[in-house]
């Protein structure tokens, strides 16, 4: 199924049928909610409210992996480019788009840019992202993929070499098994003239990990909030937000940082939607983010186990993140 009109140059097809969609936000609750340790899954910060905040969170002065990840492309999308030698750029959830403008030029300024590939849950954000980038590329195609990034398949452009990128650490956010699957699932897809770049946040001082997930500001916290609030609109949740607090700390023996809503008192959480009733204790958290960070030789055991090869690590100058090149072998 695709959607815009016969002749556009923006394509965009859906791959989702509605018993695949990645959002059950009823039976996410209710599974989340039960289990031992509670937890909800994070992709559901992320409606309006939740969006806007978390561009507030890339500008925050205590979020370094923006800026970071940019310093990289700004530095090294130009031998990425030549390295790969692509002639479109696939790119999984691309939001506000302003790190794939950088990979977009260099392809361009060397000749090579024919099209754009977003894949993406969302049409709307597709369709936004699409009509505002080939206003400013007017030779460039645009075909997306509406479908959930962690099962990637038949991903646009096949047949023609493709720069395909994961930016931002959302590797991050998946569980071993998960990333592992889902690299997989990329590997699959990709064929001898395809490139895969994809981001890493790395080990690095707590200190410094804690501060970017507990600004001063409290923006993080309200958008870790927010998926409280999303419970009471769309379920009816009787979550009180002032009865929880934003918590985020660093496990070292995991390697990860853990973000957590935690009681502040003893409450009864009543979710008439899916009628649940549970009673939450004084100090239980509900677990909302997972952020795993890595060194150069986890993050290439990941690749490997997956099938892909490591061709080039680059850092920012203070060694905060990473972007590797990878490739399927041949």
Known sequence: MTDMPPGSRIVLRNTLREHESPFDLAKDARDGLTAVPRTLPSKYFYDARGSHLFEMITRLPEYYLTRAETEILQRESGRFVETSRPRVLVEFGSGAARKTRILLDAMRERGLLEGYGPVD??????????????????????????????????????????????????????????????????????????????????????????????????????????????????????????????????????????????????????????????????????????????????????????GLALESWCTDEARRFALALARAPR
């Open 121 to 306: 849950v969302s049409v709307d954000a597709s369709r936004r992202a699409a009509q505002a980038l080939i206003r400013d590329y007017p030779d460039m195609v645009v075909e997306g993929v509406i479908g959930d990034f962690e099962r990637p398949r038949n991903l646009p452009f096949s047949g023609r070499p493709r720069l395909i990128a994961f930016l931002g650490s959302t590797i991050g956010n998946l569980e071993t098994v998960q990333a592992q699957a889902f690299l997989e699932a990329v590997r699959a897809e990709m064929t001898g003239a395809d490139a895969f770049l994809i981001g890493f946040d790395l080990v690095k001082e707590a200190t410094v990990l804690e501060r970017a997930y507990n600004d001063a500001a409290g923006v993080t916290a309200r958008f870790n909030l927010n998926v409280l609030r999303v419970l009471n609109r769309e379920l009816g949740a009787s979550f009180d937000l002032e009865a929880f607090r934003h918590r985020a700390e660093w496990n070292a023996g995991r390697s990860r940082v853990e973000m957590h809503l935690e009681s502040l008192r003893e409450q009864r959480i009543l979710i008439p939607a899916i009628g649940l009733d549970v009673t939450v204790r004084e100090g239980e958290t509900i677990r909302t983010e997972l952020s795993h960070k890595y060194t150069r030789e986890s993050a290439e055991m990941l690749l490997g186990s997956s």
